[in-house]
């Protein structure tokens, strides 16, 4: 089966200016997560999808971060302005819903957000 | 809250050694547990999957225990090789809303 799919692969950006990111998960996977992976620290959750509802985004910066997930399959997110805090990798992840018996989360490579 | 914890932060072990990663969580409330391994540059890969009425769970050189109830999970690698040097992380999912939550990680060097 095809994997997770993202891009951009990277970016860089300067400060105050706008990015997204767009994720095409596993065909069928219901569920989707969007997490913030700092260097050297494990992912931090921001937003989970299911089909194309938000499950959870308690930890999404909501005054500059979005997410959307039209018609339950691919995601984008944006960032608007983006801060130098926000350089990290962004990764998606996907699974079925419920998660099944042994249905682990399949991860892309992510996308290296620089901001200068 | 659910708060995740690796220990060892860092590990470096000869080829050949038998070696045991820990993981704690704060909220015994999961679905099932993963284990994870992170390359430079890449994404995360699946290794093994618990789910809260198990045990234990293997593949391979890998064994993977869960002790639910303590908040304790353990990844052991048999044999291990240079080939196994990566970051590894868990990750407990909340019951009901399958979110799951990261550890940072235990980033193992295996010596050739």
């Known amino acids: 089966e095809a994997g997770v799919a993202q891009s951009p692969r990277y970016k860089i950006i300067e400060k105050r200016q706008s990015v997204a990111f767009w994720c095409n998960p596993i065909?069928?996977?219901?569920?989707l997560y969007w997490y913030q992976q700092i260097l050297g620290q494990g992912p931090k959750l921001l937003i989970q999808f299911q089909n194309n509802g938000v499950v959870d985004d308690s930890q999404l910066p909501k005054d500059r971060f979005s997410a959307e997930r039209l018609k339950g399959v691919d995601s984008t997110l944006k960032i608007q302005p983006a801060k130098l805090e926000d350089s990290a990798v962004y990764l998606c992840a996907s699974s079925l819903y419920p998660s099944s018996y042994n249905s682990p989360l399949h991860f892309g490579n992510g996308t290296r957000l620089t901001v200068t | 809250k659910q708060e995740v914890t690796q220990i060892p932060a860092a590990l470096s072990v000869p080829e050949g050694e038998n070696l045991v990663l820990n993981c704690s969580f704060t909220d015994s409330a999961i679905y099932n547990l993963q284990w994870f391994r992170q390359d430079p540059g890449k994404g995360l890969t699946s290794l093994l999957l618990i789910q809260s009425s198990q045990r234990e769970q293997t593949s391979g050189r890998l064994n993977a225990s869960l002790d639910k109830s303590s908040g304790r999970s353990t990844l052991y690698i048999a044999a291990s090789q240079p080939g196994d040097s990566a970051t590894y992380l868990c990750?407990?999912?909340?019951?009901?809303?399958?979110?799951?939550?990261f550890g940072t990680g235990t980033r193992l060097k295996v010596l050739a």
């Open positions: 990750a407990p999912a909340t019951s009901g809303t399958y979110k799951y939550i």
């Open positions: 065909s069928g996977h219901a569920t």
